[in-house]
């Protein structure tokens, strides 16, 4: 499958959970997941040419995972998932199976943070320190892709 038609249908996935919760929940702030949804598929439309656009699309994501988090707590891992499957492809990760095999370890652990959340009864907190680990994750390697490239120069 080419990498554009695996982000069409991560985003396709997530696009038609958030919409379908959101129809669901009848959450009095309904309007603000689909606006953020729009926004994310915004912003991934419109810098999919860009070299770093996995950092540009963690960003956008970010306030999408937590205003659906805040709905539910499995919503907010599902558009976890989503976005980080979208990054994962936006970085080439998931070309090959070593990149299938983390991305497949990170939902596993973001889902047993979920269930310690569940436990804990506490939701926000913990999935803000989720995406911000991840973010700095996701952070770490632009940098260390950027070094890459810049000691050993890029191909056209």
Known sequence: MRLEQLNYLFFGVLAAGVIGV???????????????LCLFGGISYAIRSWHDRAFYLVCAGEPLI???????LWVGVFVVWMVAGIVCNAMC??????GIKLFVLFCGI?????????VSN?????LLILAAGTGAILAVQVIRDHQ??????ASP
């Open 66 to 72: 937590v205003a659906c988090g805040a709905i539910n």
């Open 148 to 153: 890459f490239i810049k000691q050993f120069g």
């Open 122 to 126: 506490h939701v926000l907190l913990p």
């Open 22 to 36: 959101t129809a669901w929940s009848g959450s009095p702030v309904w309007y603000l997941n689909l606006i953020l």
């Open 93 to 98: 990760m998931l070309e090959f199976s070593g």
């Open 110 to 118: 973001a889902a047993i943070v979920a269930i310690l959340i569940q």
